[in-house]
């Protein structure tokens, strides 16, 4: 059920941690502005939840053709 990482070499595999790390910040980056306004806890709002509205979003807006 563990997700498998696709780099092969060491230094890819580093990278690719990295980039999971990245995007970790980024949603919880967005979880934080999202509530401020409304002055709720942020660690109150799901992260599963909340990633979930972001690969809509992301996946809505790729099959935009320009």
């Given at each position: 059920?563990?997700?498998?990482?696709?780099?092969?070499?060491?230094?890819?595999?580093?990278?690719?941690?990295?980039?999971?790390?990245?995007?970790?910040?980024?949603?919880?980056?967005?979880?934080?502005?999202?509530?401020?306004?409304?002055?709720?806890?942020?660690?109150?709002?799901?992260?599963?939840?909340?990633?979930r509205v972001i690969r809509r979003q992301v996946?809505?807006?790729?099959?935009?053709?320009?």
């Amino acid at each position: 059920a563990g997700r498998v990482l696709r780099s092969k070499s060491p230094d890819m595999v580093t990278q690719e941690i990295y980039a999971h790390l990245l995007v970790y910040y980024a949603i919880r980056a967005l979880i934080n502005a999202a509530v401020e306004p409304q002055e709720l806890d942020p660690d109150r709002v799901s992260f599963l939840a909340s990633l979930r509205v972001i690969r809509r979003q992301v996946t809505d807006q790729a099959a935009f053709s320009p």
